[in-house]
């Protein structure tokens, strides 16, 4: 007899509908809806109440390094920008017309050619490396009396400088130039690294606009891509093709 009661159909319960004078307010929120509306409420309440913490025992001497790059909007909300947009920012006027005519070709080829004079021009300006110079004797008394000052008829001080080593003559005759001969020197050289300085930093923007270039290039190409922003830099990462 119970079995023949459970088989019995039942009346089924459902949840009313919204009645006819409130329909212009909307669907009848069901208890689901609550639940749904109250656990996100509370949940930002909570990030509300863990922030206003956060303020409240903040110390206003903290200090960390990356608040050289971030900024706020006018909404007072932090972001990073991005390294590319900054440097872009940063180039000369010839690098910015540089990069709205010309192709990446030709951008590639200038960078390529500043980075042969950067590397001649590091080569001379950076030191030698030391060698050996051996000399041989017959004897080791010989070898205990032997002298390089005077084997090289130069001065001590001038044992260690392999290159344009200067003998004791040409020391006498040059010695009340040796002054006006180290300023020009010096005036040499610091017109020399300036010069360096200059071909690294042109190198450094051909190389932002050929980057950008590039970027604009594989942009253009289309395709099935995701743009990633991780701490302000903006990336791109195209989804996987298999090939023909």
Do not use: C
């Not at 021009?121 to 032997?146: D, R, W, Y």
Request: charged share 40%; hydrophobic share 30%.
């Amino acid at each position: 007899m119970a079995r023949l009661v459970h088989n019995i159909q039942k009346k089924q319960h459902r949840e009313r509908s919204q009645i006819a004078e409130r329909r212009h307010l909307g669907l009848l929120e069901k208890k689901k809806d609550y639940k749904l509306r109250a656990e996100n409420y509370h949940a930002k309440e909570a990030k509300l109440k863990l922030l206003r913490k956060k303020a409240k025992e903040r110390n206003p001497d903290e200090f960390y390094f990356g608040m050289h790059s971030t900024k706020t909007d006018e909404h007072g909300i932090g972001y990073k920008e991005n390294p590319l947009d900054v440097a872009e920012r940063e180039l000369s006027a010839d690098a910015k017309k540089l990069l709205q005519t010309q192709d990446a070709t030709y951008v590639r080829t200038m960078r390529l050619k500043e980075l042969r004079v950067i590397e001649r021009m590091q080569a001379e300006l950076m030191p030698k490396a030391t060698g050996k110079h051996t000399i041989f004797v017959n004897s080791e008394k010989e070898q205990e009396e032997f002298d390089p000052a005077e084997y090289f008829k130069t001065d001590k001080t001038l044992l260690n400088k392999r290159e344009n080593r200067l003998k004791l003559d040409q020391l006498e005759q040059k010695q009340t130039h040796a002054q006006e001969l180290d300023e020009g020197i010096n005036k040499e050289r610091v017109s020399r690294l300036k010069k360096l300085a200059a071909h690294i930093e042109r190198e450094r923007e051909l190389a932002i606009v050929e980057h950008r270039l590039d970027l604009d290039r594989e942009l253009a190409k289309g395709g099935e891509k995701e743009k990633v922003v991780k701490d302000g830099n903006v990336s791109y990462k195209w989804k996987a093709e298999r090939k023909k």
